[in-house]
């Protein structure tokens, strides 16, 4: 099953989507909004499934991902991992930092801001390009109640929904925030998920072992940037990432969580750009990372006003699953 | 007026609460959940007075603070600031570490988890005591729709309630992930909030500047364990701590912003327990930390099960102006 939230009012308008997005039908007699379909789960998954196969059978509305708020335009949790350790890695030792053995075991995960997330083609609206603005390609899930203490086993099982998402950092803000210590704030604004959220069972056997088995390809300015696949090199799977996130506290319907910048080692080789026969990168901080370790310095500039950045992820016939995330950087005015 | 959440289904059942916290009416008529009503303030505040200045007349019905959710039983944002640099400088002093000057004139802030808030009379369901379970009192205001890039001196329009806060933190838990850069996740598991959310104008001139001019009490197992005063050394204002958090982003109405744990210096004096004639202390690790300062070495324990915190204001006549958080830690069973 396909689900989209069209924009309309603070929480949008749930919607089932065709498997081909092409059309959908609204809901508003199951649930208004994504929030309350998550947070009566139970009753309302087989009554959408029913609309999703009438649908399938033809008729519905002409869908337009343009008009699509992200699937939860507000949230009530955005729990953010970083399962590619290799990323991690990377970007550590840009800097001289070596990554403690523990990163390796215990998921690094931080809190982020989940009251205004923007839609999958809105603009990213910021005030000053010197704050270094930059994507993040990722795969997110979203559970149902998930029990304090849940362990990773049984926390697959709360997993209802996976959508991508745009993590949009600003490079230029973190290094000062993380040195106060109380992880990322001002550095992670606004993020954008994908138009479509789909159930797992959407992947068939591209969702083994709670990962998505993928790749996740991300454009910059129209010109290929990335395309590591999602299923390798992910340290923690979505059962990891979800118990380390209700080690101390139950988790709300609704609660997204995310795998982190998707990234491939790629056989020990720190990673060739996509341009170069590689799979390249999903985020900007990271091929500076490399250029920064093979040449001594950064090479690729952060985004710039006007900037496109398009995110995407495709099944193995080539059909676009969530539809995609496209937004241009543009200058706040306020 | 006074606003608090019964506990009913996810988000609660709104109702006005008389001044003196013996009344409330119901007031689905004009929004059934706290989130209704601060999504649509402008319509649901002049209307929710109006039902508030019925109730001071007289009728209604008879309120329990013990039938209470937290005013938001989930929000979509809890930002919890560091206001009191005071308390910030302590807790570094007795680990050896330097306070950055940068934390006089930038606030350090987290991003909280929003979406599991507990009961002002729940109790602290804890999997360890070995997690050095520890109470927090602060101060916080709820704010409606704040724009992206709010000044400091615009920001203070946006506070439209107040509240207090247990921020409960597990102190075994937050060296180690402060250790790995993040900030926090699983050392701050779900906060309490006060039963009842006031709108500023109930604290007449206790209301100044952006901060809360009165004592917040905390007593731990029925002793008083600190009586600061909120308004004196309080670093940044309420206004300054929503500029900080709107930055890069807007807050989306119902934001929640704390303003640390409340902590005053006494004339340079390191501070006195209250039993010594001192305003004492709103949480544990602040005395611990002071005896370490003085002594070499912690004495006082953080939290067992079956311990009580309670957290509460009285204004200048007496008169409880939030309600009490009362809350016992219990082992959780799961």
């Given at each position: 099953m396909k689900l989209a939230s069209l924009k309309h009012g603070r929480d949008g308008q749930l919607v089932v989507v065709s498997n081909d997005l092409t059309r959908y039908t609204a809901v508003a007699s199951v649930a208004a909004t994504m929030q309350a379909a998550l947070d009566d789960w139970a009753n309302a998954r087989p009554a959408l499934e029913a609309v999703a196969r009438e649908l399938q059978a033809g008729g519905g509305e002409s869908f337009d991902q343009a008009t699509c708020a992200s699937p939860l335009p507000r949230a009530y949790q955005w729990a953010d991992g970083s399962a590619y350790v290799n990323h991690v890695e990377l970007v550590r030792k840009a800097r001289g930092a070596e990554l403690p053995d523990s990163f390796w075991t215990d998921p690094l995960m931080y809190q982020g801001g989940s009251d205004s997330f923007i839609g999958p083609r809105d603009n990213i609206a910021m005030a000053d390009e010197a704050w270094g603005i930059d994507f993040e390609a990722e795969v997110t899930v979203v559970t149902d109640d998930v029990p304090m203490g849940v362990s990773a086993a049984d926390a697959v099982a709360h997993i209802q929904l996976i959508m991508l998402v745009n993590d949009v950092s600003l490079r230029g803000l973190i290094p000062g925030e993380l040195a106060k210590g109380f992880g990322f704030f001002q550095s992670k604004p606004s993020s954008a998920f994908s138009p479509v959220a789909i159930t797992p069972d959407e992947l068939g056997d591209r969702w083994k072992n709670a990962k998505v088995h993928l790749p996740l390809l991300s454009s910059l300015n129209d010109k290929a940037f990335g395309k590591p696949e999602a299923?390798?090199?992910?340290?923690?799977?979505?059962?990891?990432?979800?118990?380390?996130?209700?080690?101390?506290?139950?988790?709300?319907?609704?609660?997204?969580?995310?795998?982190?910048?998707?990234?491939?080692?790629?056989?020990?080789?720190?990673?060739?750009?996509?341009?170069?026969?590689?799979?390249?990168?999903?985020?900007?901080?990271?091929?500076?990372?490399?250029?920064?370790?093979?040449?001594?310095?950064?090479?690729?500039?952060?985004?710039?006003?006007?900037?496109?950045?398009?995110?995407e992820m495709f099944d193995t016939d080539g059909a676009s699953i969530f539809g995609a995330i496209d937004q241009v950087v543009e200058k706040y005015p306020g």
């Open positions: 299923g390798v090199d992910m340290t923690f799977d979505f059962g990891q990432l979800i118990a380390h996130a209700a080690k101390s506290r139950p988790l709300c319907a609704g609660t997204i969580i995310g795998s982190g910048t998707v990234s491939n080692l790629l056989d020990g080789d720190p990673g060739k750009a996509i341009g170069d026969g590689g799979v390249g990168y999903s985020c900007i901080a990271e091929i500076r990372t490399i250029e920064t370790i093979l040449d001594g310095k950064a090479r690729t500039p952060f985004m710039q006003f006007g900037d496109r950045i398009r995110i």
